[in-house]
């Protein structure tokens, strides 16, 4: 009978800590229902660093949710002063090929850059344009593996696994591990595995902040693991669903 | 001393088990026993090029690259095919940081809407059109044509940049065995090349060498032994000797964490070649006691009594003649000094140890053949003498004509080395590498580091127009086969961005002069402004890498444009080239380069740098040996002018060992150069012998001529003798895989001849013309 009760208690403690109450696509669900937003206005300041030589930017940036996975982005480079005023146009499209468009100041043009997959790189940063976008649920196979221990915090372990090998060559990942934070449902820690399996960049939130009811990611670090470079994204005066006009994501308004 | 001696005659049991311990230790050490081939390694780092060398490793990703050829019918569906599969092959390698093929190489293309970067070959050819398309496709990038695809287009070079923490050796070893699995199912022939290639033969060779030099030095010695001795111990005692020696250095290498190099190589050979020497003089004077003792202990007291003091001041002053190297600047030859100082240390710890331990444990043994041979070369000896006395004007004259005939030789002597040309003709890598160098740019590089003082430097168009313009000049110097950098690529893109106008395949102007054409109201309206060079670079680039990766530069420029480098790729490595081409790019850089700091570094300088620092080093060490010695045995002899007449044989013998350099063309590099510094430590013992016999002579018959034939019946003999068996050792350095050492070999058993005949001739000679007061006192000295 005593054998019975304890090991009624052992469940009874592991229960909750397992998280099994949660499935790794509803975890993810509540994670994009609450860090979502559906426009945004701010500034960047993004630190890349390549073998001990750091590259400045400071960018504005703004970015709207067009329709339910697809995504409209400017950002405006304020620094260096060499590439000052130059625009940056990324419109996304759930089929096909995004457009990314370029105003250069110096030849008062706008070139339009021939898209390089979801999993090139964000300005040439740790970052690739996958990492930086909404996580896309219908992409990945998610797997709760339970609660642990993460610096002190309880976190969520969630593994997304591509659901075919179309989705690992675009972002180039065979395997995301994620650590959630379920108190804020937010992304706090995450590994990057390459396609031959072995740990390729570590995402780690330094930051996160409440931003009109939206859990904000202001401070991210990804560092390569097998490389030489490491890239530091720092936001800034974030405003949050001011419902920016549609007309910013234009090329007419880049050219302005 | 004398106690010392005892000591050991004593306790011999005790003292083979110490030994016997030392060896076991130094013997266990041999398992981390390492071989590195880098010639660089051994700058120091004091040397501006060195300096901006490894600035260079850590500015860029990649140190050194290797190059796999494809041989075949390359603009074909076939050949397309099979090298991509081969490029996905070598990009698969974790070693490599990036590799560069014709199929995968961006091209950068104007676009209607902006610029396209794009691999070569996105896709398989599938008609002739798709192969001449991606043929038309690779002529727009001309930057890479030359390093990718062979002059006779009959060949493709893939170039694999390794990253830098790659073991290189374990990279190249790994890729030759892909590369042959390769080649057994396709059509094309495949090969490789680049530093690291190199580097694994010659690792190999070293290893080869190694074991060739020590089985042959020890079937040689054993047979040499047998001849002389015709006894068990005779032949066993001093090859213990040697092979224990050998042991003990190598041991004490790997303990230490040395590894052997190209110039280190040859220690084997070398202790083996001298250590013996000490043995048998001890064993040959045992033979001689043999007949009047009845004690072995008694025996090889008064063996050890006699010759202790011979036997230490000769292994001293050959020391002091391998520890002159220690003035080259060079790591490698310094290493190759002490560490045959520390062997000759050892065959002198053994012969003063294990050589009477063991001896005074057999029983007494008379040898009878030893005698016989013995007594005739005395018989030449004494004739020899006899003609000296009587001819000495005609032997003084014929030694003024070699001479004088040495002197036209020396001025033939050439300056000549190249790594590649070490190896023997058949080689694979060699052959390789002068495939590489006949069709494509060429392996050797040297490369113009551009430093900035502030970020974004590189961006200027002053800097990026001198860098093109250096390029340019460059590219036409013979043996350069192409040159690239930042610029190229700038180029390209301001191409690209303006409608693939080739006016635009430049560097924007400090002020470049632009203009739009718009329509308003259906009027064509042209409107002209002006825009600064440098933010026009910057924004060109930042396109660039918003389209491609930053990391396509990463080999050229520096992550914050501070730094930057021109790599200038020649097609050979020979000294007298390189140099050609140092020269001429320093002239420019004096000349156009105003403001900026540019410096030549490289593979190429390095090379260059190396083999002037050891030409001159050895220089300095020649005389730095000839002082140590004349310093030396003029303490021994206590008088300076006796010390004098110990270095004349060793200017003979130096003298004619360029001499027969310049008759051969044997030109002048690391290895032929050391090999004077070799020969006076181990060509002084000559005279060493010859003298203290003499003076010996001179102080018991006051006579200058009689005491000639006296003393060469005794040391000649013994000189003689030793100088073919020293000599004989170091032939077997001809049987190396590199012609450095082969060279090397040759000299340095000629110059145990020559030293020794000078010994023999020029020192009887002078003494008997001139009768030196010096040597009388030290005789009376002696007898005293």
Redo the contacts between chains.
């Keep these: 009978m005593r054998k019975i009760i304890n090991i009624i208690f052992i469940f009874l403690l592991i229960i909750p800590l397992s998280g099994e109450n949660f499935t790794g696509i509803q975890i993810m669900e509540k994670v994009v229902k609450k860090t979502g937003w559906k426009d945004m206005e701010g500034e960047i300041t993004m630190k890349?660093?390549?073998?001990?030589?750091?590259?400045t930017r400071k960018i504005k940036l703004f970015s709207r949710k067009r329709t339910e996975d697809e995504s409209d982005m400017v950002m405006k480079f304020l620094y260096?002063p060499?590439?000052e005023g130059?625009g940056?146009l990324l419109i996304e499209h759930a089929k096909g090929e995004d457009e990314?468009?370029?105003y250069?100041?110096?030849?008062?043009?706008i070139?339009?850059?021939?898209a390089?997959g979801k999993g090139?790189?964000f300005?040439?940063s740790d970052f690739s344009y996958y990492d930086i976008g909404k996580p896309k649920l219908k992409d990945w196979n998610y797997k709760n593996l339970g609660l642990v221990d993460f610096n002190g915090l309880k976190c969520y372990k969630v593994e997304a696994l591509p659901i075919n090998k179309k989705i690992e060559k675009d972002t180039g990942y065979s395997k995301i591990i994620h650590w959630i934070d379920p108190e804020k449902w937010s992304i706090v820690h995450a590994e990057y595995y390459d396609r031959m399996g072995k740990i390729w960049k570590i995402l780690e939130v330094k930051e996160i902040k409440n931003i009109n009811g939206v859990w904000f990611q202001m401070h991210l670090i990804m560092k390569n693991v097998q490389g030489?470079s490491v890239s530091e994204m720092k936001f800034e005066n974030i405003e949050i669903n001011k419902g920016l006009s549609p007309k910013l994501f234009t090329k007419r308004y880049l050219m302005q | 001393m004398k106690k010392f001696m005892n000591l050991i005659i004593e306790n011999p049991w005790k003292t083979l088990l110490a030994l016997l311990f030392i060896t076991l230790f130094f013997t266990y050490q041999l398992k981390n026993l390492k071989m590195n081939p880098d010639i660089t390694e051994a700058l120091p780092k004091s040397i501006p090029a060195k300096r901006l060398y490894d600035k260079m490793k850590?500015?860029?990703?990649s140190k050194d690259m290797a190059m796999v050829i494809y041989e075949g019918n390359i603009f074909s569906i076939n050949g397309a095919k099979e090298i991509s599969e081969l490029t996905s092959i070598l990009e698969d390698f974790p070693e490599a940081y990036s590799v560069m093929s014709p199929t995968n190489i961006k091209i950068i293309e104007g676009?209607e809407?902006?610029?396209?970067?794009?691999e070569a070959l996105k896709e398989l050819p599938s008609s002739p059109e798709d192969i001449k398309k991606w043929r038309q496709r690779l002529n727009e990038n001309p930057a890479f044509l030359k390093n990718l695809i062979s002059d006779d287009e009959k060949s493709v070079a893939i170039l694999v940049f390794l990253r830098k923490s790659v073991d290189e050796d374990k990279f190249a070893e790994k890729l030759l065995k892909t590369l042959d699995e390769f080649s057994k199912n396709h059509k094309g022939k495949v090969f490789a090349s680049g530093q690291p290639v190199i580097n694994y033969y010659i690792s190999k060779g070293i290893a080869r060498d190694m074991g060739v030099f020590f089985t042959s030095g020890i079937i040689l010695i054993f047979v040499l032994l047998l001849l002389i001795f015709t006894s068990a111990r005779g032949v066993l005692i001093p090859l213990t000797v040697v092979i224990v020696s050998v042991l003990w250095t190598l041991g004490f290498m790997a303990f230490i964490g040395k590894p052997i190099t190209h110039a280190t190589e040859i220690i084997p050979i070398l202790i083996m070649a001298i250590g013996i020497a000490d043995s048998i003089h001890l064993l040959t004077h045992y033979y001689q006691r043999a007949p009047f003792h009845t004690s072995s202990r008694e025996l090889v007291r008064e063996v050890m009594y006699e010759l202790h003091s011979p036997v230490i001041m000769t292994s001293l002053t050959t020391m002091a003649g391998f520890i002159a190297l220690n003035t080259s600047n060079m790591e490698s030859l310094e290493e190759l000094g002490i560490f045959s100082a520390f062997g000759v240390f050892c065959a002198l710890i053994l012969s003063l140890t294990f050589v009477p331990a063991t001896l005074s444990l057999l029983k007494i043994k008379i040898g009878k053949k030893w005698r016989e041979e013995k007594g005739r070369l005395r018989g030449f000896m004494l004739k020899y003498s006899d003609f000296l006395i009587r001819r000495k004007k005609s032997v003084a004259i014929g030694v003024a004509i070699i001479l004088i005939v040495s002197i036209f030789a020396i001025s033939k002597l050439n300056v000549e080395s190249s790594q590649i040309k070490q190896l023997p003709k058949n080689n694979p890598v060699r052959k390789s590498a002068e495939f590489v160098n006949k069709h494509f740019a060429g392996t050797t590089t040297f490369y113009v580091l551009f430093e900035g003082d502030e970020?974004?430097y590189i961006?200027k168009p002053a800097v990026l127009k001198v860098m093109d313009e250096l390029e340019r000049y460059a590219e036409k110097l013979s043996n350069v086969g192409s040159a690239q950098s930042i610029a190229d690529f700038i180029k390209l893109i301001n191409k690209a961005?303006h409608n693939n106008d080739q006016s635009y395949y430049r560097i924007p102007k400090e002020i470049e002069e632009?203009k739009?054409v718009y329509f308003e109201g259906g009027k064509k309206i042209e409107e002209k402004?002006q825009?600064?060079g440098?933010?026009?670079?910057?924004?060109?680039l930042?396109?660039y890498?918003?389209?491609?990766?930053?990391e396509d530069f990463?080999n050229f420029v520096?992550?914050?444009y501070?730094n930057a480098r021109v790599a200038i790729f020649v097609k050979t490595d020979e000294d007298s080239q390189l140099r050609k081409i140092d020269r001429a790019l320093s002239e420019f850089l004096k000349k156009n380069v105003n403001g900026v700091k540019a410096e030549i570094t490289g593979m190429a300088k390095l090379i260059l740098i190396v083999r002037e620092m050891t030409i001159k080093g050895q220089f300095l060490s020649i005389i730095a040996s000839l002082f140590l010695i004349w310093l030396i045995t003029s303490l021994m002899f206590r008088s300076p002018i006796i010390g004098i007449f110990n270095a004349m044989p060793l200017f003979f013998g130096i003298f004619l060992n360029f001499a027969t350099m310049g008759a051969l063309g044997i030109p002048i590099n690391i290895m032929t150069m050391v090999t004077s510094s070799l020969a006076i430590g181990i060509g002084v013992d000559y005279a060493i012998h010859f003298i203290h016999r003499y003076i010996i002579e001179l102080g018991s018959n006051n006579h200058y001529e009689k005491s000639i034939p006296q003393s060469m019946k005794t040391s000649g003999v013994a000189i003689t003798f030793n100088s073919f068996v020293v000599a004989s050792g170091f032939i077997i350095l001809v049987l190396s895989t590199f012609k450095g050492v082969k060279f090397m070999g040759f000299l340095l058993a000629l110059t145990m001849i020559t030293t020794a005949f000078a010994a023999l001739t020029i020192l009887p000679i002078y003494f008997i013309t001139f009768k030196p007061k010096s040597l009388k006192k030290a005789g009376q000295r002696r007898k005293e």
């Design positions: 890349i660093t390549v073998r001990g030589r750091t590259r260096p060499d590439v130059t940056f990314r468009y370029l250069l100041p110096a030849l008062r043009r070139k339009r850059i021939a390089s090139g790189a300005m040439g030489e | 850590e500015i860029f990703p676009v809407e902006g610029i396209n970067v794009e970020d974004g961006k961005i632009e739009i402004f825009v600064k440098e933010k026009l670079i910057a924004q060109l930042q396109l890498e918003l389209s491609s990766s930053p990463a520096d992550f914050n501070r």
